[in-house]
C-alpha cells in the first residue's frame, strides 16, 4: 500500500506509479461502461448517472463541498473554531496590512486588463492583413506557453539591479545609465514595483486579446469596411469608428476574461517580490494567510472575498459571450 | 495611425474580396506610426526572453559582471564565449538538481491531462444526449461551477488528503487537477457534442447501437480536435501550475514551478542556475504549443480559457 502511495525519490518508481494510475482508471472507467451497457433495457437515469455520475461526484466532493466548508470557515478564529462572525472580513477591510493588499488589487483589475486589451487591439489591428502578420502575432502570443513563474523570471532579469559605477546587467537599468541617470532598484520603490509587476502580466495576457480580437476584426464584414472607404473614412477613422463599435462584445469578453484571470493570478507577484514592499494582492495574501501564517480563517475570508469579486464578472462575460456567438 | 494618406475616393470597378485585401495590406504596411506601434511591440516581446536565452549560454562570471548585450560585440571581436555548462549545472548539480523535478512535472502533468478529459468526455457525453431526469437543471449547476475559484476550495481539500492519509502523493495532485477541470471541460465538449448531427446519432441508434457504442464509433471520431483543444490547455494549464502544486504537494512531487521560483527565492542572484532552469522549464511547452497551435487558437476561439 505504502509501495502505491509514495514514490519516494526513485524516478522509475514514479514513472511507474503513474502507469498504475492511468490504468486504474482506465480500468475503472472501463468497468463502469460495462455495468451501463449491460442490461438490455436500461432505465434513462442508470445510463445517464453511469456517464456523468464520476464528474458530479467528484465536483460535489472536490468543488462544492470543500467550498462550502470554506465559507463556514471565514467565519471562526484563526484555527480555534470559535465563531467569530464577521470579524475577519472587518479585519480584512480595516488593518493597513490588508488594506494595501486590496489596494493593489484593485489596480491590478482596473489596470492590466485594459492595458493587455488595448496593446493587444491595436497590435491586431496593425498587423492585420499585413506581409508579417503570421511571424508578428507567434511573438507576441509566445508568452502565453510558458509557465508565469518563468516570465517573472524573464522580466526580473530586465529589471536586475547592480550599485552605481559597476556595469549594469539588467537592461532596464542600463538604459537609464545611458541616458545619463542613476539606476534604480526598481522592484524595492512603490508604487512603481506594482506596476512593473503588472508588466510581466500583460506581456503574458496580451496574446490572448490580440488572438481574439484579431478573430473578431477579421469577421468584420467587408461591405461594412468598403462602404466606409468609399465615404472618405481611412486611417484613425477607421480604427474609431467602424472596427471598434464592429468588435464591442468581443472586447467585453476579452476585458472580463483578462480580469478574471488578474484576480486570481499569484505566482508572477510571489516569484518577483513574494508581496513585500507593499506589492501583495488578495490571491497571494490567501496563500500566505493559509499556508504560511496558518490563518485558516482568515485564508477562507480572503478566498471568499476573491470569489465575491469574481462572480459578477463572470456573469457579465458570460452575457456578452452569448451576445457575440448570436453575432456570429 | 493618423498619417494614413486619404485615399481618394474614386470610382472603382466593385472591389473583390483579394483586391480589397491587396489594398489593405499596403495600407497598413504605408501608414508610419502604426508599422512603428508593431515593431515596437514586437521588440518588447521578444528582447527579454532573447536577453535570458542569452544569458544561459554565458559562463558564470561574465554574467554577473557585463550585461548580456555586451556579447555581440563580443562575437564579433571573436571573444564570446558560450557554453551548455549553466544547464548542466542546473539539471545535475546537487544543490539544484532539476532533472528530478523534471521527472516531476511530467509524471504529474500526463495523469492529470488524461484523467479529467475522459471524465469530461463521459459527463459531456450524458449531458448532451441522454435523456435523463435532472439532466437539464445538473448541467446548469455544473456550468455554474466554472465561476469557483480554486483558491476556495484549496484549504479544506488539503485536510480532507491529510485525513486520508494520502497528502503530499501524486494522487492528491492528479486527483485535485482533475477536479478543477471538469467544469470547464465538460462545458466545452458538451458544446461540441451538441453540434454532431443528431441523424448520426439516430441512424447508429436505429442499427441497435447502445448509448455506449454511439459515445466511442460516433463521437470519438469526430470530436478529435475538439479534445485536442482542450488538451493543449489543461496540458499548459497544469504544466505551467504553480498553486496546486505548492500546495498540495512536497518535495518529492514538486514539477520545475516550484523548484525554479523556490530558486528566484534563494539564489536570486545566480543567474547562471535561473536562466538555464527557466529554459528547461519552458522547452516542454514551447515545444507542444508551437506544434499544436492550431488546434490552441481554435479552443481558445470556442471559449476555452480558463480563468
Known amino acids: ?328 | 495611425m493618423t498619417t494614413t494618406t486619404p485615399q481618394v475616393p474614386t470610382v472603382r470597378p466593385p472591389a473583390s474580396g483579394i483586391g480589397s485585401r491587396a489594398r489593405k495590406a499596403r495600407k497598413a504596411l504605408t501608414s508610419p506610426w502604426a508599422s512603428t506601434l508593431a515593431i515596437v511591440i514586437a521588440v518588447l516581446w521578444t528582447v527579454p526572453t532573447v536577453g535570458l536565452l542569452v544569458t544561459s549560454f554565458r559562463p558564470e562570471l561574465d554574467i554577473r559582471t557585463s550585461g548580456w548585450w555586451t556579447v555581440f560585440g563580443d562575437a564579433f571581436a571573436g571573444e564570446g564565449v558560450f557554453s551548455l555548462r549553466n544547464y548542466e549545472t542546473a539539471l545535475y548539480g546537487s544543490s539544484t538538481n532539476m532533472i528530478e523535478f523534471f521527472v516531476n512535472s511530467f509524471v504529474v502533468t500526463l495523469p492529470a491531462v488524461f484523467i479529467p478529459i475522459t471524465i469530461a468526455l463521459l459527463a459531456a457525453y450524458g449531458f448532451a444526449w441522454i435523456d435523463f431526469k435532472g439532466r437539464d437543471i445538473l448541467f446548469i449547476a455544473v456550468f455554474a461551477l466554472q465561476v469557483v475559484p480554486i483558491q476556495i476550495t484549496l484549504v479544506p481539500l488539503l485536510s480532507a488528503y491529510v485525513d486520508l492519509g494520502i497528502n503530499g502523493t501524486f494522487w492528491t495532485i492528479w486527483l485535485s487537477h482533475s477536479i478543477f477541470a471538469l467544469p470547464l471541460a465538460i462545458f466545452l465538449l458538451h458544446n461540441f457534442m451538441k453540434d454532431v448531427p443528431r441523424s448520426l446519432v439516430e441512424a447508429a441508434r436505429v442499427d441497435g447501437a447502445g448509448h455506449v457504442k454511439i459515445f466511442f464509433q460516433v463521437m470519438m471520431p469526430l470530436l478529435t480536435p475538439a479534445i485536442a483543444a482542450f488538451a493543449i490547455f489543461q496540458f499548459l494549464w497544469v504544466w505551467n501550475d504553480l498553486l496546486v502544486a505548492l500546495v498540495m504537494g512536497d518535495l518529492r512531487t514538486f514539477p520545475l514551478t516550484v523548484r525554479i521560483a523556490e530558486l528566484a527565492g534563494s539564489r536570486g542572484g545566480d543567474w547562471h542556475v535561473l536562466s538555464a532552469g527557466a529554459f528547461i522549464s519552458m522547452v516542454v511547452p514551447v515545444i507542444v504549443f508551437l506544434a499544436l497551435q492550431r488546434y490552441f487558437v481554435r479552443g481558445m476561439l470556442a471559449g476555452a480559457v480558463k480563468g
Do not use: C
Not at chain 1, 492511468?22 to 475503472?28: K, M, N, S, T
Not at chain 1, 489591428?125 to 507567434?138: I, M, N, Q
Open chain 1, 1 to 328: 500500500m505504502d509501495w502505491l502511495l509514495h514514490a519516494g525519490d526513485d524516478p522509475v518508481h514514479k514513472l511507474l506509479l503513474m502507469l498504475i494510475a492511468i490504468g486504474l482508471f482506465v480500468a475503472l472507467m472501463a468497468i463502469i461502461l460495462f455495468v451501463v451497457d449491460r442490461p438490455r433495457n436500461p432505465a434513462r437515469w442508470f445510463v445517464g448517472f453511469g456517464f456523468t455520475g464520476v464528474a458530479l461526484l467528484l465536483l460535489l466532493a472536490g468543488l462544492v463541498y470543500p467550498a462550502v466548508l470554506t465559507i463556514w470557515t471565514s467565519f471562526l478564529r484563526r484555527n480555534s473554531g470559535d465563531f467569530i462572525g464577521l470579524d475577519n472580513y472587518a479585519r480584512a477591510f480595516t488593518e493597513p496590512q490588508f488594506l494595501v493588499v486590496l489596494g493593489n488589487t484593485a489596480l491590478w483589475v482596473l489596470v492590466a486588463p485594459f492595458v493587455a486589451t488595448f496593446l493587444g487591439l491595436v497590435y491586431a489591428y496593425v498587423v492585420d492583413r499585413s506581409r508579417f502578420e503570421k511571424l508578428a502575432k507567434g511573438l507576441v502570443f509566445l508568452p502565453m506557453a510558458i509557465s508565469m513563474v518563468g516570465a517573472s523570471i524573464i522580466w526580473k532579469f530586465v529589471y536586475e539591479f547592480k550599485p552605481q559605477g559597476v556595469e549594469q546587467t539588467g537592461l532596464l537599468n542600463q538604459f537609464l545609465v545611458w541616458l545619463g541617470g542613476e539606476p534604480q532598484q526598481w522592484l524595492l520603490s512603490r508604487p512603481l514595483n506594482t506596476f512593473l509587476i503588472m508588466v510581466v502580466f500583460v506581456w503574458i495576457q496580451t496574446g490572448f486579446a490580440m488572438t481574439l480580437l484579431s478573430a473578431s476584426i477579421k469577421a468584420i464584414p467587408t461591405d461594412i469596411t468598403e462602404a466606409a472607404r468609399l465615404d472618405g473614412v481611412s486611417g484613425f477613422g477607421m480604427f474609431w469608428r467602424i472596427t471598434i463599435p464592429s468588435i464591442r462584445p468581443a472586447l467585453v469578453v476579452v476585458l472580463t476574461t483578462i480580469a478574471m484571470t488578474t484576480l486570481k493570478t499569484f505566482d508572477i507577484v510571489r516569484t518577483m517580490t513574494a508581496g513585500q514592499f507593499g506589492t501583495s494582492i488578495v490571491a497571494l495574501e490567501f496563500y500566505d494567510q493559509g499556508f504560511r501564517q496558518q490563518d485558516a480563517g482568515m485564508a477562507a475570508a480572503l478566498a471568499v472575498l476573491l470569489f465575491v469579486i469574481v462572480v459578477p464578472v463572470v456573469v457579465y462575460n458570460v452575457r456578452q459571450q452569448r451576445k457575440v456567438e448570436e453575432i456570429r
